[in-house]
């Protein structure tokens, strides 16, 4: 089963700072089924997020990449994977990320 993993970043990431290696247990990852994902896929594709480093921003997740989540997107991606249901383990993710004003790092397929 193919799946994608979010975690909670302890600092803010930097710009030049690059999050090319796949690190899960470093930020505590929880995984995401492939499936819950891909139907959250045109929900978010608007949202402003950022591949690898804040030097390169982009829209949605980075389906097969590292995807850096800032914080003022956290509150509509978790209204969306809420709404979409299924995912109460990710929306707990997002949602302490959103008290905390986290970024998040999510590690696609």
């Known amino acids: ?7 909670i970043m302890p600092t803010a990431p930097v710009p030049g700072q690059r ?13 995401a089924r492939d499936e819950e994902i891909e139907r959250l896929m045109p929900e978010i594709s608007t949202l402003e997020m ?8 982009g829209r949605g997740l980075c389906y097969t990449g590292i995807t ?5 997107v956290l509150p ?5 994977v809420q709404r979409q249901g299924g995912m109460a383990e990710l929306a707990a ?9 986290r970024w998040v790092i999510h590690y696609g397929i």
């Open 68 to 72: 850096l989540i800032p914080p003022a």
């Open 93 to 101: 993710l997002l949602r302490r990320a959103e008290r905390e004003s």
């Open 19 to 31: 999050f090319d290696e796949y690190e899960p247990r470093k930020y505590r990852c929880i995984p």
């Open 1 to 7: 089963m193919a799946k994608h993993e979010f975690g």
């Open 76 to 80: 509509r991606l978790r209204e969306e």
């Open 50 to 57: 950022y591949r690898h480093t804040v030097d390169c921003p």
